[in-house]
T-cell receptor
């Protein structure tokens, strides 16, 4: 069983919708990493967080250490947000299997 | 903007052959990671270097895989002999000091073993 679990596995949304991707982990962590992977394979770091909430543009990441849960939110989604979103236990470098997001115009 | 460089971008090889991948991390980054990503799954850590020393290679199949970072800068990952199941994306990442810091990923090397 993967230490880092993501849901949903696949997500399709219409442009403009609010999107939530969830990440749960089974072991304690000191920091959680949210990453974005585009179809060509390139991975970009979105957030590293250890508590509370972080916001960058239309992206918001939250983490609840006690509940071992984190969420990534995208407001006013756009087709260019289509990608695989991956969360990772930054302290152990273990990754979830990713959530494939498709935003339709 | 500084980037992690990897080469080659694509590699096709026959099983039982040897294959090598190269990674040049962002200048000044002490920590370098090699990951393997099978299609549809998240990256799996193969080896982590801190400068020239291996910090974690617990998931590296040492009977066929080897990695080195002799001068603590660029790194090479080798597979010998390659097997069909090794077909995957091999990703290199670097961070300034360690796991608690943001990792910057290279474009990856997509390996196909025939």
């Amino acid at each position: 069983k993967n230490e880092v679990e993501q849901s949903p596995q696949n997500l399709t949304a219409q442009e403009g919708e609010f999107i939530t991707i969830n990440c749960s982990y089974s072991v304690g962590i000191s920091a959680l990493h949210w990453l974005q992977q585009h179809p060509g394979g390139g991975i970009v770091s979105l957030f590293m967080l250890s508590s509370g909430k972080k916001k960058h543009g239309r992206l918001i990441a939250t983490i609840n250490i006690q509940e071992k849960h984190s969420s990534l939110h995208i407001t006013a989604s756009h087709p260019r947000d289509s990608a695989v979103y991956i969360c990772a236990n930054a302290g152990k470098s273990t990754f979830g299997d990713g959530t494939t997001l498709t935003v339709k115009p | 903007e500084a980037e992690v460089a990897q080469s080659p971008r694509y590699k096709i090889t026959e099983k039982s052959q040897a294959v090598a991948f190269w990674c040049d991390p962002i200048s000044g980054h002490a920590t370098l990671y090699w990951y393997r990503q099978i299609l549809g799954q998240g990256p799996e850590l193969l080896v982590q270097f801190q400068d020239e020393s291996v910090v974690d290679d617990s998931q590296l199949p040492k009977d066929r895989f080897s990695a080195e970072r002799l001068k603590g800068v660029d790194s090479t990952l080798k597979i010998q002999p390659a097997e069909l199941g090794d077909s995957a994306m091999y990703l290199c990442a670097s961070s300034f000091r360690g796991l608690q810091e943001t990792q910057y990923f290279g474009p990856g090397t997509r390996l196909l073993v025939l």
